[in-house]
């Protein structure tokens, strides 16, 4: 997994599936099992375990990939139970229980939100842009490797710009600091570390949003700044919806929704906000026209005619 670049989430989701795999059949060494064994498995997390769809699929996807990648064997067809997938819309707040929500965040929390909303980014991609990601000349934010590994250029808010140049001075004299102690690196994709030796170091690879402290990379056990970590900001998003009354489901990804959502309904092109998103398929985009304030783009119901 390291070998071919991915996530450090996928590597910790994959390795524990073939673990539970393993612990299932009684410990037994998976070249002493296959594809029968890799069926049971799957039933029972639909039958017994009751788990979503999404969950069994990645539990397949994991077990696949070991047994090709790191067995070097093929498994046959799986006809396994299959998880029952519902079809749900997502979660997507009105504008201005959008403004509301944004209004109960302070500091860099309302920051990374905004950015979400404005820009589309999903939390992960945010957390993990770098300095010279952002691009306030062209009012434009470079993501990259995002989902499927593919870069993208989406919004740069004119609203965050202020802010967030206020808060990159902040960061920056929080870099020099740690440097001045002999710290200040962060972790480089591929071998740039080796390439460049001093690049870990340089300011434009820093974090937009570092954390405070200094962590232990897992993979390497160098200590080294790190982003802000991903439940914090979740954490910060329940509280202000709890706080302003809303009662649905919403999380930081609601805020991808939205953008989405209010795009489409101010009448831009179901491509143009395909791209923004990243998303391969026209028909993922499609989606958000469901959730429209009038479905279908500019439908008007026969009642109201």
């Given at each position: 997994?390291?070998?071919?670049?991915?996530?450090?989430?996928?590597?910790?989701?994959?390795?524990?599936?073939?673990?539970?795999?393993?612990?299932?059949?009684?410990?037994?060494?998976?070249?002493?099992?296959?594809?029968?064994?890799?069926?049971?498995?799957?039933?029972?997390?639909?039958?017994?375990?009751?788990?979503?769809?999404?969950?069994?699929?990645?539990?397949?996807?994991?077990?696949?990939?070991?047994?090709?990648?790191?067995?070097?064997?093929?498994?046959?067809?799986?006809?396994?139970?299959?998880?029952?997938?519902?079809?749900?819309?997502?979660?997507?707040?009105?504008?201005?229980?959008?403004?509301?929500?944004?209004?109960?965040?302070?500091g860099v929390y309302s920051l990374i939100i905004r950015i979400l909303y404005g820009g589309g980014l999903r939390l992960?991609?945010?957390?993990?842009?770098?300095?010279?990601?952002?691009?306030?000349?062209?009012?434009?934010?470079?993501?990259?490797?995002g989902k499927g590994f593919k870069d993208r250029l989406t919004i740069l808010p004119e609203n965050v710009v202020n802010?967030?140049?206020?808060?990159?001075?902040?960061?920056?004299?929080?870099?020099?600091?740690?440097?001045?102690?002999?710290?200040?690196?962060?972790?480089?994709?591929?071998?740039?570390?080796?390439?460049?030796?001093?690049?870990?170091?340089?300011?434009?690879?820093?974090?937009?949003?570092?954390?405070?402290?200094?962590?232990?990379?897992?993979?390497?056990?160098?200590?080294?700044?790190?982003?802000?970590?991903?439940?914090?900001?979740?954490?910060?998003?329940?509280?202000?919806?709890?706080?302003?009354?809303?009662?649905?489901?919403?999380?930081?990804?609601?805020?991808?929704?939205?953008?989405?959502?209010?795009?489409?309904?101010?009448?831009?092109?179901?491509?143009?906000?395909?791209?923004?998103?990243?998303?391969?398929?026209?028909?993922?985009?499609?989606?958000?026209?469901?959730?429209?304030?009038?479905?279908?783009?500019?439908?008007?119901?026969?009642?109201?005619?």
């Amino acid at each position: 997994l390291r070998i071919k670049h991915y996530s450090y989430k996928t590597e910790k989701s994959y390795v524990s599936w073939v673990k539970r795999f393993i612990y299932f059949h009684k410990m037994r060494h998976p070249t002493e099992m296959g594809t029968q064994d890799v069926r049971a498995f799957l039933n029972h997390l639909a039958v017994d375990r009751n788990v979503s769809a999404s969950t069994q699929n990645q539990a397949l996807n994991a077990l696949v990939y070991f047994y090709k990648h790191v067995l070097n064997q093929e498994l046959g067809i799986i006809d396994a139970e299959r998880a029952r997938k519902p079809k749900r819309v997502p979660v997507v707040l009105s504008k201005k229980d959008t403004q509301t929500v944004l209004a109960n965040l302070s500091g860099v929390y309302s920051l990374i939100i905004r950015i979400l909303y404005g820009g589309g980014l999903r939390l992960s991609e945010c957390l993990r842009l770098r300095i010279k990601d952002i691009e306030f000349e062209n009012g434009q934010i470079i993501v990259r490797e995002g989902k499927g590994f593919k870069d993208r250029l989406t919004i740069l808010p004119e609203n965050v710009v202020n802010d967030l140049k206020d808060h990159i001075v902040r960061v920056k004299s929080l870099h020099e600091s740690f440097l001045s102690r002999g710290y200040g690196s962060v972790e480089l994709p591929y071998a740039l570390a080796r390439k460049y030796p001093q690049a870990e170091y340089e300011w434009g690879w820093q974090y937009v949003f570092p954390a405070q402290n200094i962590s232990t990379d897992p993979r390497s056990g160098a200590n080294r700044r790190h982003h802000i970590h991903e439940s914090s900001v979740q954490r910060a998003v329940k509280q202000a919806v709890k706080q302003v009354g809303i009662v649905k489901k919403v999380g930081c990804h609601t805020f991808r929704h939205c953008f989405a959502t209010h795009l489409l309904e101010a009448g831009y092109d179901i491509r143009s906000v395909q791209e923004l998103l990243g998303h391969k398929d026209v028909k993922t985009t499609m989606i958000y026209t469901h959730v429209m304030k009038k479905p279908g783009i500019a439908v008007k119901s026969p009642l109201d005619t």
